[in-house]
């Protein structure tokens, strides 16, 4: 049962343009949601999150958007660099940190 | 510096053998979880521990086994009764603000 869905197993964006991840949820007991960063052969680390109370939460290069409504968060990267080049696992858990579920990954590629 | 320490990062197994994975973390956290990911399906959760000699089965447990004697020390035993076993293996914690991921283990059947 995917809970959480990350649909594009990969993303190619050109240096400098915008990275758009996309993440679908279905269970509306969700209510914390986060982003993680994954290189090869090491474990995820934590990108940016974001709570059901907000729609938007930015940290530099980095935004995150919650529409409760479609049960669907973004992740954007403005602008994205080579070094961005990752998987990205979106997450989600209902009463924080409470079994948490992982998407299965967009690997984006970032060409300079 | 505070983290998750995972070892072996390269472990091979023959069919039928068991094998333990370890995972050490310097965090103080209270919670600590196994999580197993597989190319396309993200990372499925093993076992989890709230608290010291206590854990509980997560979406995969079959074929794994864990202890929690301390809390900085959360080893998962991958049995032969797993009939799958070749992943890459995450150790994480938490606290209250998303989680702390060790570097993994590889775990390859030969």
């Excluded at chain 1, 996309?22 to 914390?32: A, G, H, I, P």
């Excluded at chain 1, 994954?38 to 709570?51: C, H, N, V």
């Excluded at chain 2, 310097?26 to 197993?36: F, G, I, K, S, V």
Aim: hydrophobic share 30%; charged share 20%; net charge positive.
């Amino acid at each position: 049962d995917q809970q959480v869905k990350q649909n594009s197993p990969s993303l190619s964006v050109q240096e400098g343009r915008i990275s758009i991840l996309n993440c679908d949820y279905t269970n509306s007991m969700f209510d914390y949601f986060l982003w993680y960063k994954k290189y090869p052969a090491e474990g995820p680390t934590f990108l940016i999150s974001i709570s059901s109370i907000k729609d938007k939460n930015e940290d530099g290069r980095f935004t995150v958007f919650l529409n409760k409504s479609a049960k669907h968060l973004s992740l954007h990267i403005v602008p994205s660099q080579p070094g961005d080049s990752a998987v990205y696992f979106c997450a989600a858990s209902a009463h924080r940190n409470n079994d948490m579920r992982f998407g299965a990954g967009t690997r984006l590629t970032v060409k300079p | 510096d505070g983290g998750i320490t995972q070892s072996p990062k390269y472990l091979f197994r023959k069919e039928g053998q068991n094998v333990t994975l370890s995972c050490e973390q310097n965090l103080n956290h209270d919670a600590m979880y196994w999580y197993r990911q597989d190319p396309g399906q993200g990372l499925r959760l093993i076992y989890y521990s709230q608290i010291v000699n206590d854990f509980q089965k997560g979406d995969i447990a079959e074929g794994y086994s864990v202890s929690r004697e301390k809390k900085e020390s959360f080893p998962l035993t991958v049995t032969s009764a797993q009939k799958n076993p070749t992943a890459f293996y995450l150790c994480a914690s938490t606290v209250g603000n998303g989680y702390t991921f060790g570097s993994g283990t590889r775990l390859t059947v030969v």
